[in-house]
């Protein structure tokens, strides 16, 4: 069966301090992978999405950036924390044309900046 | 602008009683169409999926879709204290492979 691994569980970093939270799925391969980011109290904001090795796409502008440098490794980046980069990042896969499948999320990362 | 909208509640059900919750979304080629149950401080949890129109049901829930007229709604029948979570509404556009969500009904059910 598949499953998708998240860490840290909780994070709290300093404002300006860099950021890499890393998320690898197990159990199937070429996954489409994405990352979500949910402030206190809102929904869930598509941050990345990726369909492949090196191919990343970008929702939101800001500070973050994402990386797959492997097949079922995703990364989300940030060379200086903002105090607005606060909140809940979860990691999720889906199969390759989600029509059916939905997608699935790890445990998440509370990030607190401070 | 792709938008899925949700009411935000909080919707309080008696135990015992159905639950509705509703969603719409802007994009007229949205193809699939997702319910997710997040319980406080975890990870959103897919309960139902629907692409085709009308019902489907699994065990205590059903969902039901209209494309025509953009809405999707979950209805938890005998409804349980343990289904007091939020509950997101998420879209999956023709051709694209982003998943959008909705910000969420929070549900309680009153004991």
């Known amino acids: 069966s598949q499953t998708i691994h998240q860490w840290p569980a909780t994070l709290v970093q300093p404002v300006g301090s860099p950021l890499s939270l890393e998320c690898t799925v197990e159990g199937t391969s070429n996954p489409n992978l994405y990352w979500y980011r949910q402030a206190a109290g809102r929904g869930l904001q598509l941050l990345f999405y990726s369909v492949g090795i090196g191919q990343i796409s970008s929702e939101v502008p800001q500070n973050l950036s994402a990386s797959r440098p492997q097949d079922r490794q995703f990364i989300l980046s940030s060379k200086k924390l903002l105090l607005s980069d606060s909140g809940f990042y979860l990691c999720?896969?889906?199969?390759?044309?989600?029509?059916?499948?939905?997608?699935?999320f790890g445990q998440g990362t509370r990030l607190t900046v401070v | 602008q792709k938008e899925v909208e949700q009411n935000s509640g909080p919707l309080s059900v008696p135990e015992g009683a159905i639950a509705s919750l509703n969603c719409t979304y802007s994009?007229?080629?949205?193809?699939?169409f997702f319910w997710y149950r997040q319980y406080s401080g975890k990870s959103p949890e897919l309960i139902m999926s629907?692409?085709?129109?009308g019902d489907k049901e699994d065990g205590r829930f059903t969902a039901q879709l209209n494309k025509a007229s953009q809405y999707v709604s979950l209805l938890i029948r005998d409804s349980q204290p343990s289904d007091s979570a939020t509950y997101l509404c998420a879209v999956n556009i023709y051709g694209d492979d982003k998943i959008i969500f909705g910000k969420g009904t929070r549900l309680h059910i009153l004991p």
């Open positions: 629907i692409y085709s129109n």
């Open positions: 999720a896969w889906s199969v390759q044309t989600p029509v059916a499948s939905g997608a699935f």
């Open positions: 994009d007229r080629v949205s193809q699939s």
